[in-house]
């Protein structure tokens, strides 16, 4: 992991170092790439690959999918096999410990406890001459989440992205989990029931999102996609964005922990590991302006990795993302954090709160020593569905107002369009649009 300083570097090169990648600049690795055309026949990008995928899933239907399912999950089945049965919620509902089920329904609670408070309402007002504005939030018929299941299971992200959208009252979730040998965790099922999902496919990747966004012979299309995936599915998200509406292009896990002396250096490193194991391409970054924490977390870090059973993913995320960076003061943390604007900025200071007003872009932030970012991730409340990739500049959390959309409403009286007709007929005629003078022009006769 490397430590750097921005005294012997300066600022430009530090903020250069903090710029991350477009997600779609990521390369696949040499195994992948070649897993990929011994699977396929020629050796593709990722985002050829992905066109390609969408493109049959588009025009082929069921018939793709079941093809690409069996190419890349190693599942052969019909297409009936892959909607879970109420016989596979009974199942892991056998097999689930009660214990993790009751946790799950805490998580759950909290998670609609949160978003009922962010529901927005419509409204309307009064104006001149009686006329009357508004706006109507509605929401939307049919949404798709995904679901990752890959390296590991996610029911806390079922929980994320479901329950959102039931709060906002949306008319049906259909939920694409990837398969592992066959099947979907029983957890991630459980968790399903828990935020109202009932239709599940056991469908994982591109194949998945295009067949969410154009529907097939037996999967409906949906009005929007959200949920994080890996890059494929990254991919076909922007593939498919126009014909449905997607949250967010999302790319590995990060993490940022703005640190000052006071912070404790164990703390730290776990809170820097938690990240780096779900992906070795996770970024984990510690800002601080005390160079003997600095020392300290790395140490610690090294000690911690060797007794992680995902120590190889982490290792590797840490030797390719790990970045320790010795900043002249606070100040300066605060403006790198900005530069890299992380999914998970962790204020691990003396007086946290003082320094919140300085944060502009990051997904969430969590204040203190006793609030790491795994306690967003299961169970505060707010949701862990995050901008990455610097795009926290411009793109919120998933939240309630994801899953609805905003219709104007406009009521004007006869005597308030006669009050502005003739600035309605100049501003028309000004753009050559006589067609739109004419309909006002036309009443104004009658007024």
Same mark, same amino acid.
């Given at each position: 992991?490397k $430590? ?17 990648p477009?997600?779609d600049e /990521?390369e696949l690795?040499p195994?992948?790439r070649?897993?990929?055309?011994a699977?396929?026949?020629k050796?593709m990008?990722a985002?050829?690959l992905?066109?390609?995928?969408v493109?049959d899933?588009?025009?082929? =239907? ?6 690409y #399912?069996?190419?890349i999950?190693?599942?052969d089945?019909d297409?009936?096999?892959l909607l879970?049965t ?6 892991a ?10 946790s799950?329904?805490k998580a759950a609670e909290n998670?609609r406890r949160? !978003?009922?408070?962010?529901k ?6 009064y104006?001149? !001459?009686?006329s009357?504005l =508004?706006q %109507?939030?509605?929401p939307?018929d ?5 679901v990752p299941? @890959?390296?590991a299971a ?7 992205n479901?329950?959102p959208a039931?709060?906002?009252?949306? =008319?049906?979730i259909?939920?694409m989990v990837?398969p ?7 957890y /991630?099922l459980?968790?399903a ?7 599940i496919?056991k469908?994982?990747g591109?194949q998945?999102i ?7 012979e037996t999967?409906p299309?949906v009005?929007?996609?959200?949920g994080?995936g890996n ?6 998200k922007?593939e498919?964005y126009g !014909?449905?509406?997607?949250d967010m292009?999302?790319g590995?896990s ?5 640190a *000052?002396?006071?912070?404790d250096?164990?703390y730290t490193?776990?809170d820097?590991? %938690?990240?780096?194991e779900?992906?070795?391409?996770? %970024?984990?970054?510690v800002i601080?302006?005390?160079e003997?924490?600095?020392r300290?977390?790395?140490i610690?870090a ?6 992680l059973?995902?120590?190889?993913i982490?290792?590797?995320s840490?030797?390719?993302? @790990?970045?320790?960076? $010795?900043? *002249?003061?606070m100040?300066q943390?605060?403006?790198f954090a900005? +530069?890299s604007?992380?999914?998970?900025l962790?204020?691990? +200071?003396?007086e946290?709160?003082q320094l919140?007003p ?9 204040l203190?020593a006793?609030s790491?970012e795994?306690?967003? *991730?299961?169970f505060?409340g707010?949701n !862990?569905?995050?901008?990455?990739g610097? #795009?926290?500049?411009?793109?919120s /959390?998933?939240?309630?107002?994801t899953f609805m959309?905003r #219709?104007?409403?406009i009521?004007?009286t006869?005597?308030a369009?006669?009050? /502005?007709?003739e600035?309605?007929i100049?501003l ?7 067609a739109h ?11």
């Amino acid at each position: 992991m490397k $430590i750097v300083k921005a005294s012997e570097l300066g600022e430009a090169a530090i903020n250069k170092m903090l710029q991350k990648p477009a997600f779609d600049e /990521v390369e696949l690795s040499p195994k992948i790439r070649e897993a990929n055309k011994a699977t396929f026949g020629k050796d593709m990008t990722a985002a050829e690959l992905v066109a390609q995928i969408v493109r049959d899933v588009r025009f082929e =239907g069921d018939k793709a999918v079941l093809r690409y #399912t069996k190419l890349i999950d190693k599942v052969d089945c019909d297409i009936k096999d892959l909607l879970v049965t109420e016989e596979e919620f009974a199942a892991a509902e056998k097999q689930a410990d009660p214990e993790v089920v009751a946790s799950l329904k805490k998580a759950a609670e909290n998670v609609r406890r949160y !978003h009922e408070e962010q529901k927005p309402n419509s409204w309307m007002t009064y104006r001149e !001459h009686g006329s009357l504005l =508004g706006q %109507s939030l509605i929401p939307l018929d049919r949404v798709g989440i995904y679901v990752p299941g @890959g390296t590991a299971a996610y029911p806390s992200s079922v929980i994320m992205n479901a329950m959102p959208a039931v709060v906002a009252g949306v =008319g049906e979730i259909v939920m694409m989990v990837p398969p592992k040998n066959g099947a979907i965790n029983p957890y /991630v099922l459980i968790a399903a029931r828990l935020a109202g999902v009932r239709k599940i496919y056991k469908i994982g990747g591109a194949q998945a999102i295009a067949a969410l966004a154009f529907g097939t012979e037996t999967i409906p299309r949906v009005d929007k996609i959200t949920g994080p995936g890996n890059i494929f599915v990254t991919l076909a998200k922007k593939e498919v964005y126009g !014909h449905v509406d997607i949250d967010m292009l999302a790319g590995p896990s990060e993490i940022l922990i703005v640190a *000052d002396e006071s912070a404790d250096p164990v703390y730290t490193a776990a809170d820097m590991l %938690s990240q780096a194991e779900h992906d070795p391409l996770a %970024s984990s970054i510690v800002i601080t302006d005390s160079e003997k924490l600095a020392r300290q977390v790395a140490i610690e870090a090294e000690n911690q990795l060797q007794k992680l059973p995902r120590q190889e993913i982490a290792r590797a995320s840490i030797e390719r993302n @790990g970045l320790i960076v $010795i900043a *002249d003061n606070m100040q300066q943390a605060l403006r790198f954090a900005n +530069t890299s604007a992380p999914e998970h900025l962790e204020l691990l +200071t003396r007086e946290p709160f003082q320094l919140l007003p300085y944060v502009r872009h990051a997904g969430a932030v969590f204040l203190g020593a006793y609030s790491p970012e795994p306690l967003g *991730d299961y169970f505060a409340g707010p949701n !862990h569905v995050l901008p990455t990739g610097g #795009t926290a500049r411009y793109y919120s /959390v998933l939240n309630v107002e994801t899953f609805m959309k905003r #219709t104007s409403l406009i009521s004007y009286t006869q005597p308030a369009l006669e009050a /502005v007709s003739e600035d309605i007929i100049r501003l028309a005629e000004t753009e050559g649009l006589q067609a739109h003078a004419n309909a006002i022009r036309l009443r104004k006769g009658k007024m």
